[in-house]
């Protein structure tokens, strides 16, 4: 595909120089230093090489862009890493049971491993719940859709407590502020994807990958000690950063949306 659109450029190339050349013999003042046989042509092919070159960086530059796959990074699944203390919280993607979209929620181990859950509910829209986990160590989600509910689960023991709806916020792409203070910063610029860990006047750049047009991230959520968060990015996946003097990446799972993060173990 690259070749064929760079064969059309050369085309492109010629036909500028074609039109150049045509344009300075018919309209230029034939006593003029241009009008000369060949500084008309060098001045034609001049035009026809940046049309070239413009050409190039506009088309097969988003072309090598689009094609970019997302990132790959190594799984706590398969290597659990202990140094990660707590429990994380998400929206597991949604079943079909009996002609109903159900929306559960799930937890995982920080270090990564396999994941449990914790229940499932009806949610047409499969908006998914707001997640946040309470002083005393429950979970209380909040649904977003039209079926209105809200649970309090003890993660322990699976008890379920149905509580009062109140109409939670709603899920936001701002990358939320750290336990002490400290905030991430997202950009992309020139298919590059970084975030950049703001701490008082320093700033560490914890990740920076090549990613494919409209590549993000999302919905952050920090470990009570700072030292590492998860987050979610537009493929569905939730990501474990590290904040250390080597921040490491690595996937948490496949296939989960607005994490919650507490530092005690389920």
């Not at 003029?32 to 060949?38: D, F, L, V």
């Not at 998400?90 to 994941?115: E, F, H, M, T, W």
């Not at 005393?136 to 023991?157: E, F, M, P, Y």
């Not at 936001?172 to 002490?180: H, I, S």
Request: contains cysteine; positive net charge.
């Amino acid at each position: 595909m690259a070749l064929f659109v760079i064969a059309l450029l050369v085309v492109l190339g010629l036909a500028v120089v074609k039109i150049v050349n045509t344009l300075i013999r018919n309209r230029a003042n034939p006593m003029s230093s241009i009008a000369r046989p060949g500084v008309r042509l060098g001045t034609a092919l001049a035009a026809g090489f940046v049309a070239f070159l413009l050409g190039y960086f506009l088309l097969v530059g988003d072309l090598v862009s689009s094609t970019r796959s997302i990132p790959v990074f190594s799984s706590l699944q398969s290597h659990p890493d202990a140094s990660l203390k707590g429990t994380v919280a998400y929206n597991a993607l949604p079943i079909a049971s009996q002609g109903k979209k159900l929306g559960c929620v799930d937890i995982v181990s920080a270090s990564g491993g396999p994941s449990r859950q914790l229940f499932c509910a009806s949610q047409p829209m499969a908006m998914g719940a707001a997640l946040t986990w309470l002083a005393d160590g429950r979970l209380r989600a909040t649904n977003r859709g039209q079926d209105h509910w809200c649970k309090i689960v003890d993660a322990h023991s699976g008890a379920i407590q149905e509580v009062s709806w109140v109409r939670p916020p709603a899920p936001t792409t701002v990358l939320a502020t750290g336990p002490t203070g400290e905030k991430v910063a997202l950009s992309t610029s020139d298919g590059t994807l970084r975030l950049t860990l703001k701490s008082g006047s320093t700033n560490r750049v914890l990740l920076s990958i090549a990613v494919p047009p409209n590549y993000s991230m999302s919905n952050l959520a920090w470990s009570p000690d700072g030292k590492w968060f998860v987050v979610e990015d537009s493929a569905g996946r939730l990501l474990s950063i590290t904040t250390g003097a080597s921040p490491v990446t690595r996937l948490l799972l496949d296939g989960g949306t607005e994490p919650a993060v507490t530092d005690i173990a389920y």
